[in-house]
């Protein structure tokens, strides 16, 4: 696998884990709080934080092999991380809308849901196409992942 291919499926990768992420916590939230302000507000916050977190881990975990070369590496890990948040543009333009009112504050947040789990079918798909999988098996790959986001929804759910 050259460089090139590990970056693109590091980026998919982040891009699955940050979709579950905002997916469920959007799970977790739905019906405990009428404030859109404060689902907003937390939303970017936990994913600011994940995204900090993974983009530190990353660089410690791969480390670079020469010195001189710590810059280019932080910048390729940075684009390797940000999936992790560019994830958060629909939910985060369905709450902006919610929190002026123009959305009902459940709505927002159940049409992000669903955004969400498309975009896990896709990123999916995406992979088993990256891998060389024909059609059948890259249509299973992202129904697999769109099933899994359902079930960390559903559980994020039941435990809140």
Do not use: C
Request: hydrophobic letters at 55%.
């Amino acid at each position: 696998m050259t460089v090139a291919e590990r970056d693109k499926a590091e980026r998919l990768t982040n891009g699955i884990y940050g979709t579950i992420l905002v997916t469920a916590f959007l799970g977790a939230v739905d019906g405990l709080t009428s404030d859109a302000v404060e689902v907003f507000t937390e939303l970017v916050a936990t994913s600011l934080v994940v995204f900090i977190a993974h983009t530190y881990s990353s660089v410690l975990g791969t480390g670079v092999t020469e010195l001189g070369q710590w810059r280019s590496h932080l910048v390729t890990t940075i684009a390797n991380q940000l999936p992790l948040v560019a994830v958060l543009t629909v939910p985060a333009l369905l709450l902006g809308i919610s929190v002026v009112g123009l959305l009902p504050l459940t709505t927002a947040i159940r049409v992000a849901i669903g955004a969400g789990l498309a975009a896990l079918f896709l990123l999916g798909y995406l992979v088993a196409d990256e891998r060389g999988s024909t059609a059948l098996p890259a249509l299973a790959s992202g129904a697999a992942a769109a099933i899994l986001g359902f079930f960390v929804v559903g559980l994020e759910a039941a435990m809140h």
